[in-house]
C-alpha cells in the first residue's frame, strides 16, 4: 500500500500516475488539500484520491485504515500561497510534514518513507564547491523560505529514522527540474527575449529531467534503500550558454540592480522567483551524484544539457535569435579557438 501526498502537483500526480500502473502494487492512496485537475484523476487510473490536509488528524485515520506501508511526501510548496505568507507556507510545509511524520511513526504498518527533497539545502554562493556531496551542508546558510523549510523537514525525516529504525527513510534532494510539461523557476527565466545576468557571474547550472526526476521517485518507492541521495542529471551548463541555446538575449547587470531592472526587461515574471532562486541564478549549484548510482541504482536518462534541449524545444520558447544561427556560431567559436590553439 501506497500513499503519496502532493497529488494535485507535477511530480505526486504524475507519481501517482505510475505506481497505479504497477502490478506489483496492491493499492495507490494519493491525497492532497486541493483536487487534481480532471485530466490528472483520469491519468491516476485505479488510484484512489482522498482530499485531505496532512496537517489535519484525517490523514492518520486513512494511513491506519489502509494499512499503509509506504508513504510519498512531495506536497512541500516552493513559495507562499498566493492568498497567503511565508508564515503559511512554513506552516503547510513544516507543520505539515511534522504531522505526517508523527502518524508514521505511530503507525505499526509504515515501513518505508521517501521524501522529495531538494539541492536547495545547499544553498548558493560564491563559497561553494564545484560540487556537493551529501554529507556536505551550505557553505553561506540559505535565506529562502523553501531551503529553510526542505532543511527543517529532513530534521524531522532523519528523526523518525532513529525513533524507528526499521522505517527506511529515503530523502531525494533534487536539481532545479525541467522539461516540456513542467513550467518551473529555470523555464521561466529563460523564456524571455532579454534575460538578466549578474554582471561578472555566470552560474553553473546542474539540471534534471522531470521525467527522470519521477524515475528516481518510483524507484526510491517500489525498492530504494534508505539514505539522503542527491539527484541530477550529467554534466553543467553555464547560464548564459542556456541563454543562448534558449535564444534569448543576455544582459548583464549589476547585482544590486538585478531585480529592478529584471522587472524591466522581464516583466512581472521577475517578481515569482523567490530568494533561492535568484541566488541559484547567480551562483548555481552543481551536485555529487555518485552515491544516487552506487546506492540507489538509479541512472539519468537525461543530461543536463538534453534535459534543457528537450525543454526548450518541447514548452514552445519564441526565441530571439534561431537555434540554427547559434549553433553555427558556437561550432564557429570552437573552430576559431581550435585552429588558434594549433596555431602556437
Request: aromatic residues 6%; glycine residues 12%.
Amino acid at each position: 500500500m501506497v500513499l503519496v501526498t502532493g497529488a494535485s502537483r507535477f511530480l505526486g500526480g504524475y507519481l501517482v500516475t505510475r505506481l497505479a500502473q504497477d502490478p506489483n502494487i496492491e493499492r495507490v492512496i494519493a491525497v492532497d488539500a486541493v483536487s487534481p485537475s480532471k485530466d490528472m484523476l483520469r491519468r491516476m487510473g485505479r488510484a484512489e484520491f482522498v482530499r485531505a490536509d496532512i496537517r489535519n488528524p484525517l490523514i492518520g485515520k486513512v494511513i491506519r485504515g489502509a494499512k499503509v506501508d509506504t508513504v510519498v511526501h512531495a506536497a512541500t510548496i516552493v513559495k507562499a500561497p498566493k492568498s497567503g505568507s511565508r508564515a503559511a507556507m512554513k506552516d503547510m510545509n513544516v507543520l505539515g510534514a511534522m504531522q505526517l511524520f508523527a502518524v508514521c511513526q505511530k503507525s505499526p504498518d509504515v515501513r518505508k518513507v521517501v521524501v522529495r527533497s531538494s539541492g536547495a539545502v545547499y544553498g548558493s554562493s560564491a563559497k561553494d564547491p564545484a560540487k556537493f556531496t551529501e554529507e556536505m551542508s551550505a557553505r553561506t546558510p540559505p535565506q529562502g523560505g523553501f531551503a529553510r523549510d526542505t532543511i527543517e523537514i529532513e530534521g524531522y525525516a532523519r528523526g523518525l529514522g532513529r525513533r524507528r529504525p526499521e522505517i527506511a527513510v529515503s530523502l531525494l534532494r533534487m536539481a532545479p527540474l525541467i522539461g516540456p510539461r513542467l513550467h518551473g523557476s529555470v523555464s521561466q527565466y529563460l523564456n524571455s527575449s532579454v534575460v538578466p545576468m549578474i554582471l561578472g557571474r555566470d552560474a553553473r547550472m546542474q539540471l534534471l529531467h522531470e521525467e527522470d526526476a519521477l524515475a528516481a521517485l518510483e524507484r526510491a518507492t517500489v525498492g530504494g534503500p534508505a539514505g539522503t541521495f542527491n539527484v541530477a542529471g550529467d554534466g553543467m551548463v553555464m547560464l548564459s550558454q542556456a541563454i543562448r541555446r534558449a535564444g534569448g538575449i543576455a544582459v548583464p547587470v549589476p547585482f544590486q540592480l538585478f531585480r529592478t531592472l529584471g522587472r524591466v526587461v522581464m516583466g512581472s515574471s521577475m517578481r515569482q522567483f523567490t530568494t533561492e532562486q535568484l541566488e541559484y541564478f547567480h551562483f548555481g549549484c552543481g551536485l555529487d551524484t555518485g552515491r544516487m548510482r552506487s546506492e540507489l541504482g538509479f541512472e539519468p536518462r537525461w543530461t543536463t544539457l538534453q534535459a534543457l534541449d528537450d525543454m526548450i524545444s518541447g514548452a514552445g520558447f519564441s526565441p530571439v535569435l534561431s537555434r540554427d544561427w547559434l549553433q553555427s556560431m558556437e561550432t564557429g567559436l570552437q573552430n576559431l579557438v581550435g585552429a588558434g590553439g594549433g596555431a602556437r
